[in-house]
C-alpha cells in the first residue's frame, strides 16, 4: 500500500469512528465517568448477547473489556494506599484523581471536606463507606 492510500483514508476511517462513537462508548478510558459508561456498555451488551456470541459483537466486547481491565489494573496501581491517617489518605486520592474538595459533594459537602482534610473533624462511618465505594477501596482506610 502507498502512503498517499492511506492518507487519503483517513477522513473516511475519522468519520466512520465519529458514527460509530454516537452509539458505543468505546474510547480509552480516561476518568471514573468514562469507566462507568464504558462498564455499563460491556453490561448491556453481555446482557443482549446472552451467551450466544457473534463474532463482530462478541470482539466488540472484548474490546471494551480490555478497556475496562486496563482501566483497573491502572487504578490498583495508583491506589497502593500510603499508611497513613484515614484524612491523608483522603488528601493522597484526591491529589491522585485530580479531584478537588467539591467534587465529593456527592458524599459530603465541602465545608465537612475541608473540615476533615484541616483535621478540624473526623471522618463519620457514613462518609467512610461512601469514600470506599467512590474510590474502590476497603473502608476501614477512612476509619
Keep these: 500500500m ?5 492518507a487519503g483514508s483517513f477522513p473516511a476511517i475519522a468519520e466512520a469512528w465519529a458514527a460509530l462513537q454516537n452509539q458505543v462508548p468505546l474510547t480509552p ?6 469507566y462507568e459508561t464504558l462498564r455499563q456498555f460491556a453490561k448491556d451488551l453481555t446482557a443482549h448477547l ?18 475496562i481491565a486496563a482501566w483497573e489494573a491502572k487504578q490498583a496501581a495508583l491506589l497502593t494506599l500510603p499508611e497513613a491517617t484515614p ?5 493522597y ?3 491522585m484523581h485530580k479531584l478537588r474538595q467539591k467534587d465529593l459533594s456527592d458524599i459530603a ?3 465537612v471536606i475541608s473540615d476533615i482534610l484541616a483535621g478540624r473533624r473526623a471522618i463519620s462511618k457514613n462518609v467512610a463507606k461512601a469514600l470506599a465505594v467512590r474510590f474502590h477501596t476497603d473502608v476501614s482506610r477512612f476509619l
Design 2 to 6: 502507498n502512503a498517499d492510500r492511506i
Design 93 to 95: 486520592l484526591l491529589q
Design 87 to 91: 484524612r491523608d489518605v483522603l488528601r
Design 29 to 34: 478510558v480516561r476518568s471514573e465517568k468514562d
Design 109 to 111: 459537602s465541602p465545608t
Design 50 to 67: 446472552q451467551g450466544a456470541a457473534p463474532a463482530p459483537l462478541a470482539d466488540l466486547l472484548e474490546i471494551a473489556t480490555t478497556l
